[in-house]
């Protein structure tokens, strides 16, 4: 198989398993979603020109948007991991899966802070672990779908 199609696949699983945790985090702590990604993607699509029509329907597709530019993101680093893998071993899983989390919680929140939405300079323990605990399943899941793959 070829390398970035299984960073593609190693993306997508690690992607899942993110959702798993937040998810499970919500549950558990009774915490909302954020309301960060539809924001960044109604601010992009503003920024862009692009329609996202009007009231509960713009909000309806800011929302969806952003849970698809996470997709996107995530998929896109499993991606961009077997790509610069091409011909080589995969890095071990305890090395891989961090730099794997950083590099997909950098793309998630990079767009964010610059657009003003959030200032990670500000975020209380609660916080750091909720993101970094997700992303840091996604990047050992993702490190290891990639190993399995061969």
């Known amino acids: 198989m070829h390398s970035i199609t299984k960073g593609l696949l190693a993306g997508a699983v690690g992607t899942l398993a993110l959702d ?3 998810y499970t985090d919500m549950l558990v702590r009774g915490r909302p979603s954020s309301g960060i990604p539809a924001q960044v ?3 992009l699509a503003r920024r862009a ?3 996202l029509g009007d009231g509960a329907a713009r909000d309806a597709r ?3 948007a952003g849970a698809l530019m996470g997709y996107g ?3 896109a680093a499993g991606a961009a991991y077997g790509l610069l893998l091409r011909g080589r ?3 071990p899983n305890p090395v891989a899966g961090p730099l794997l989390g950083a590099a997909v ?3 998630a929140n990079g767009p964010a802070t610059a657009l003003r939405l959030t200032d990670p300079t500000t975020w209380d323990t609660a916080s750091w672990l909720s993101d970094i605990v997700p992303h840091l399943v996604y990047g050992l899941t993702a490190a290891a779908v990639y190993r ?3």
């Open 73 to 75: 993101t995530g998929v």
């Open 41 to 43: 993607a109604d601010r």
């Open 89 to 91: 071993p995969p890095l």
């Open 49 to 51: 020109s692009v329609p």
């Open 148 to 150: 399995a793959l061969g």
């Open 105 to 107: 919680m950098a793309g």
């Open 62 to 64: 800011a929302q969806g």
């Open 20 to 22: 798993v945790v937040t």
